[in-house]
Antibody
Framework: QVQLQESGPGLVKPSETLSLTCTVS????????WSWIRQPPGKGLEWIGY???????NYNPSLKSRVTISVDTSKNQLSLKLSSVTAADTAVYYC??????????????WGQGTLVTVSS | DIQMTQSPSSLSASVGDRVTITCRAS??????LNWFQQKPGKAPNLLIY???SLQSGVPSRFSGSRSGTDFTLTISGLQPEDFATYYC?????????FGQGTKVEIK
């Protein structure tokens, strides 16, 4: 059973860059679409973007200018960088496995999430 | 963007009730629709994927269905542990989008 674990600083200063890592165990990171999703406290879910096959990325237009998602296949990890953060970026951040290379009729797998607070 | 209009935003129900939550997609999304349950302080928990496939380990009182661009999550016989917030998610096209959530409360 694949498992995902997010990690990174829980506190980031305004205007700085938020950096998170998602470590994947129990399965390969290859041949799947990997997403980052966030949820501000007390609010709904927002898809940030995905990466496929190391170089194929797709970002939410609302965040596109500030987001970078990358993969390190040697470590079975994906990462998220969000630049120029403000208090509005305070949220629980989740990584998730989505479609495979050949099918979207699969159950997604989500990590447990990590809370990032933007504050000075 | 595909809008997912989820209704109702909240509902009150009793243990044993049959509960129905609906998500309407603004355009065709095939069956690429997931349902999640979320309890306070916890990550969303997958209930249904591909519109009607029950995730392993999820009780059979949960079911999902599709009619065109309307998707329904049904809980047949609400249990105390089912009081939570429910979300739909479409991953058919980007940006992936979620419904606004339905909070199921105790009557």
């Amino acid at each position: 059973q694949v498992q995902l674990q997010e990690s990174g600083p829980g506190l980031v200063k305004p205007s700085e860059t938020l950096s998170l890592t998602c470590t994947v165990s129990g399965g390969s990171i290859s041949s799947y679409y990997w997403s980052w999703i966030r949820q501000p406290p007390g609010k709904g879910l927002e898809w940030i973007g995905y990466i496929y096959d190391s170089g194929n990325t797709n970002y939410n237009p609302s965040l596109k200018s500030r987001v970078t998602i990358s993969v390190d296949t040697s470590k079975n990890q994906l990462s998220l960088k969000l630049s120029s953060v403000t208090a509005a970026d305070t949220a629980v951040y989740y990584c998730a496995r989505g479609c495979s290379a050949t099918s979207c009729f699969l159950p997604p797998f989500w990590g447990q999430g990590t809370l990032v607070t933007v504050s000075s | 963007d595909i809008q997912m209009t989820q209704s109702p935003s909240s509902l009150s129900a009793s243990v044993g009730d049959r509960v129905t939550i609906t998500c309407r997609a603004s355009q065709f999304i095939n069956d690429i629709l997931n349902w999640f349950q979320q309890k306070p302080g916890k990550a969303p928990n997958l209930l249904i994927y591909a519109a009607s496939s029950l995730q392993s380990g999820v009780p059979s009182r949960f079911s999902g269905s599709r009619s065109g661009t309307d998707f329904t999550l049904t809980i047949s016989g609400l249990q105390p542990e089912d009081f939570a917030t429910y979300y739909c998610q479409q991953s058919y096209s980007t940006p992936q989008t979620f419904g606004q959530g339905t909070k199921v409360e105790i009557k």
